[in-house]
């Protein structure tokens, strides 16, 4: 079985996570997920910066345990696994932010019925 890295995970997460590039990256095309993810496109970015955090956030063993069990000496994650993370957390809470302001500026003005 292929080596998947934890940190090549989360940065596919937060950069491409809106067309299911890091479950391209963990199973393939053969899988239903990533294709859900491109037909429901503009809502799937906010769901990849949530993934970016979740897999940036779990521990090593874990995660060699799913997606590496051949693996005899894994190695470990650095910083750039939490880099993701801090970066998925602040682009995400200004995502939701900016959705949530737009969202109540139709409403009061009455585009939204």
Same mark, same amino acid.
Request: net charge positive; charged share 10%.
């Given at each position: 079985?292929?080596?998947?890295?934890?940190? &090549? $995970?989360?940065?596919?997460?937060? =950069?491409? @996570?809106?067309?299911? +590039?890091?479950? !391209?990256? *963990?199973?393939?095309?053969?899988?239903?997920?990533?294709?859900?993810?491109? &037909? $429901?496109?503009?809502?799937?970015? =906010?769901? @990849?910066?949530?993934? +970016?955090?979740? !897999?940036? *956030?779990?521990?090593?063993?874990?995660?060699?345990?799913?997606?590496?069990?051949?693996?005899?000496?894994?190695?470990?994650?650095? @910083?750039?696994?939490?880099?993701?993370?801090?970066?998925?957390?602040?682009?995400?809470?200004?995502?939701?932010?900016?959705?949530?302001?737009?969202?109540?500026?139709?409403?009061?003005? @009455?585009?939204?019925?």
């Amino acid at each position: 079985m292929k080596y998947r890295s934890k940190t &090549l $995970t989360a940065w596919l997460a937060l =950069l491409f @996570g809106g067309v299911g +590039a890091h479950w !391209f990256y *963990l199973l393939g095309s053969r899988s239903w997920r990533p294709w859900f993810y491109l &037909l $429901t496109f503009p809502w799937s970015c =906010l769901v @990849g910066f949530a993934e +970016a955090m979740r !897999f940036g *956030l779990m521990a090593d063993a874990p995660w060699h345990a799913r997606y590496n069990p051949d693996l005899t000496d894994p190695p470990a994650s650095g @910083g750039l696994a939490v880099t993701a993370v801090v970066l998925a957390l602040g682009l995400g809470a200004i995502s939701l932010m900016a959705l949530l302001a737009f969202l109540i500026q139709w409403w009061l003005i @009455g585009a939204i019925a």
